[in-house]
């Protein structure tokens, strides 16, 4: 367009009012190349017919490397089009030479273009012909560059990938996650350390890329990761560059390892910073505001892994002292499900039974405790499978040698339901011996009392009862029969 303007501001006798339009078109003209020259984020190449390149704007530069002076003449195809595409835009120039009007010459699409160092770039791409009265077209390639997306894209998939890789191991999962960041964002080194305040440490979780003859664990003073656990705060820790700061004098790993750049995310647990998701680098390096988010995000799932950490272990305590407690009961103590079968025992009942405590689970009850093929008359835990409820008996166990009194209590499932029944056989031979004991005591001393004829009454302080036995109403003249057992009948009788 500006060859022909020229064209008509070189010709003979033209009238003023022509060169004022010629002079508002070259003013129009001018916006408009200089809003094509520096239009943010679109990269806008223009060339002829054969491929040779008359336009490249400021992104162009930017998107792919080559400077305007480098670009300018050179063909297309040798700047920026990868070798399988070749044979493509070779046929899409020939189209574009056919184009008897202005506008697209080739449908849109995402294509995968070079960068001058090498690398592929990924843009979506218009092209569009400007049809001229003399001469073949122009065409352009306007370009929108999808770097930050595709590689928005290709973090999501690989935080997607390792999301489902986690499994119930929280240790191995913080290793994943470290791993996962690593490759994200790369850097020299990639690491969660963690301050363990029983051992006074600062303990390496997680590492990607570890270093030769790195320490695992360390006195924590010195250490930027110490920083971050004693700062308390919610914020990463940015240092871009490292050169200057005490750190080249206190952190073993920046002198070691000459770091210069460092960005460290807190994780927490109950509340309190426990550790430190960092990504280390030799050289200094500016963090964009996507890496930052990306070491947070994963901080946080550390975070969420230390806590899954913490209730497995406050579960595994629980269960040891709950263990200990269900071992150190003397009581024989089972836990049966529905068809009798043991799901466990505690080591009372092993030891009685005779059975190792890690065989026991599995077997039918009434066979290893009754020695039978199916429940005796006596048992409490049929009763329980009929009406749901607690139930208790007395019985002889002969392969126990003694008589126990056996108690089933059920256990609900959540809707309420019996899923299982407590077995508890408290071991009463004592106590049935000491009742005997007792009960021929008593037998004898009654035997004694009676053979001397002699009349005995004793009174309970506490509750007034009057005990007599028969000879004590014989020998006032009345039966045992009809006479209340308490004080004011004793003394209505004594005192009529």
Not at 22 to 34: A, P, Q
């Amino acid at each position: 367009m500006n060859k022909i303007t020229e064209r008509k501001n070189k010709s003979a006798g033209k009238p003023d009012d022509l060169k004022i339009m010629d002079e508002e078109l070259l003013d129009r003209d001018k916006i408009f190349r200089e809003l094509m020259e520096y239009i943010p984020g679109v990269s806008i190449q223009g060339y002829l017919c054969d491929g040779t390149v008359i336009f490249w704007n400021k992104a162009s530069e930017e998107v792919y490397g080559y400077t305007t002076r480098e670009a300018l003449g050179k063909k297309l195809e040798d700047l920026i089009i990868p070798p399988d595409l070749k044979p493509l835009f070779r046929k899409a120039l020939e189209e574009g030479k056919k184009a008897g009007r202005s506008g697209e010459f080739l449908p849109p699409g995402e294509l995968m273009l070079l960068h001058k160092d090498g690398h592929p770039v990924p843009v979506y791409s218009i092209h569009t012909a400007v049809c001229v009265k003399e001469g073949e077209p122009l065409l352009f390639c306007i370009d929108v560059d999808l770097s930050e997306r595709k590689k928005s894209e290709e973090i999501i998939t690989r935080l997607n990938r390792c999301f489902l890789s986690l499994g119930a191991d929280s240790r191995k999962n913080i290793q994943l996650l470290v791993e996962a960041a690593g490759e994200i964002l790369g850097g020299s080194c990639l690491l969660y350390n963690r301050y363990e305040k029983e051992r006074a440490l600062l303990c390496t979780w997680g590492i990607w890329q570890e270093p030769e003859g790195y320490k695992a664990e360390d006195k924590p003073e010195g250490h930027i990761c110490y920083d971050v656990i004693r700062g308390k705060g919610e914020d990463p820790v940015i240092i871009e560059d490292l050169t200057g700061t005490r750190y080249e004098k206190t952190d073993p790993n920046v002198i070691k390892y000459g770091l210069k750049s460092y960005l460290g995310s807190p994780v927490r647990l109950k509340g309190s910073v426990v550790g430190s998701f960092c990504l280390c680098d030799v050289k200094p390096r500016k963090f964009t505001g996507e890496e930052i988010k990306v070491i947070g995000m994963l901080a946080r799932a550390v975070a969420i892994e230390e806590e899954r950490l913490w209730i497995h272990q406050a579960i595994e305590r629980a269960k040891k002292a709950w263990e200990l407690t269900f071992d150190t009961i003397p009581d024989l103590i089972m836990l049966v499900d529905n068809q009798y079968r043991i799901t466990r025992a505690n080591r009372a009942t092993a030891d009685k039974l005779g059975i190792p405590i890690t065989e026991i689970a599995g077997q039918v009850c009434y066979r290893v405790v009754h020695q039978m093929d199916k429940p005796p008359d006596f048992c409490p835990l049929a009763e329980l499978r009929k009406d749901g409820r607690e139930h208790s008996t007395k019985a002889y166990l002969d392969l126990l040698e003694g008589d126990y009194m056996i108690t089933t209590t059920p256990i609900p499932d959540r809707e309420g339901n019996s899923i299982g029944a407590v077995h508890v056989a408290h071991d009463i031979t004592g106590l049935k011996k000491i009742e005997k004991e007792l009960r021929e005591s008593e037998e004898r001393m009654e035997l004694a009392i009676s053979g001397a004829k002699l009349g005995l009454w004793d009174q309970e302080l506490e509750t007034g009862e009057i005990i007599r036995n028969r000879q004590w109403f014989k020998m006032l003249g009345y039966t045992m029969e009809g006479i209340e057992p308490d004080h004011m009948a004793w003394q209505d009788l004594l005192h009529p």
